[in-house]
């Protein structure tokens, strides 16, 4: 039998890092919780707003992307975690994404970000009030970092 990707323990373990972090640093839910771990991550992983996350290798590469993200980016599942994160990203912004992952880190969490974004094919859209935040674990170490944005337009 084959399961959701949300039905992974990995995947229901790695939501809840992304939830309990974003609500720790933010003081808010990033959506509606229940007590259920995995309805928790079937409803991030549907949820209409975009949320990504990698990891914190030196390059680093996606390990989530909802299933709004993966419809936008225009990738599978395998292809979108396979995928170095700042590859979608402009190359005249490139600079600008490592400052901000930076500031990030430092500080936690950074709201109102904006740029502009390549799917898979080449499509180009705008996102806007995105927010990055840090994952943190149960020891408040960093284990890498996330985005969520609600809306984007194509160019």
């Known amino acids: 039998m084959n399961q959701e990707i949300w039905q992974k323990n990995k995947i ?6 992304l939830l ?16 259920n771990a995995q309805e928790n991550a079937k409803a991030l992983f549907l949820s209409p707003i975009v949320v990504v996350s990698h990891g914190k290798e030196a390059n680093p590469i996606f390990n989530y992307g909802n299933q709004t993200a993966l419809n936008l980016w225009e990738m599978s599942w ?14 005249d912004e490139i600079e600008q994404r ?7 880190k430092n500080k936690g969490f950074v709201e ?19 927010t990055v935040w840090n994952i943190i674990d149960v ?3 960093i284990v ?12």
């Open 20 to 35: 309990d972090s974003y609500q720790k640093l933010l003081a808010k839910e990033l959506i509606t919780r229940t007590d």
């Open 78 to 91: 395998q292809e979108f975690i396979q995928t170095p994160s700042k590859s979608p990203v402009n190359p």
């Open 139 to 141: 020891n408040s170490n």
């Open 98 to 104: 490592e400052e901000l992952l930076k500031t990030v």
């Open 144 to 155: 890498g970092q996330a985005a969520t944005f609600p809306d984007w337009t194509f160019l």
């Open 112 to 130: 109102n970000y904006r740029g502009i974004r390549s799917s898979r094919t080449g499509k180009k859209f705008w996102i806007k009030n995105v």
């Open 12 to 17: 229901i373990s790695w939501s809840q890092l």
